[in-house]
Nanobody, 115 residues
Framework: QVQLVESGGGLVQPGGSLRLSCAASGSIFSINAMGWYRQAPGKQRELVAGLTSGGITIYADSVKGRFTISRDNARNTVYLQMNSLKHEDTAIYYC?????????WGQGTQVTVSS
């Protein structure tokens, strides 16, 4: 089992920044990839950014150049630095971790971009 705990969400004005954190615990050996999805009200959950154990990153087109995913192996934590935030980035952000054939999810953290 892998447990994921997100933090760092909140309310921010358009153009502002937030950094989300996702701390993994439990059976973290051989996690293949970690990353972030988001789900806005009335919309499907969508991939925001992912990072493989080999260092390959993937981003949604809508966040390229604004969001950066990174990992601190010593802390078993993955981060999502979000800059130049827009109203449309408002959503619940979920951390995920892939291990063997299973995907684990965190509980989610709310990000609201509003003036």
């Amino acid at each position: 089992q892998v447990q994921l705990v997100e933090s760092g969400g909140g309310l921010v004005q358009p153009g502002g920044s937030l950094r989300l954190s996702c701390a993994a615990s439990g059976s973290i050996f051989s996690i293949n990839a970690m990353g972030w999805y988001r789900q806005a009200p009335g919309k499907q959950r969508e991939l925001v950014a992912g990072l493989t154990s080999g260092g390959i990153t993937i981003y949604a087109d809508s966040v390229k150049g604004r969001f950066t995913i990174s990992r601190d192996n010593a802390r078993n934590t993955v981060y999502l630095q979000m800059n130049s935030l827009k109203h449309e980035d408002t959503a619940i952000y979920y951390c995920y971790a892939d291990k063997t054939l299973r995907r684990y999810w965190g509980q989610g953290t709310q990000v609201t971009v509003s003036s």
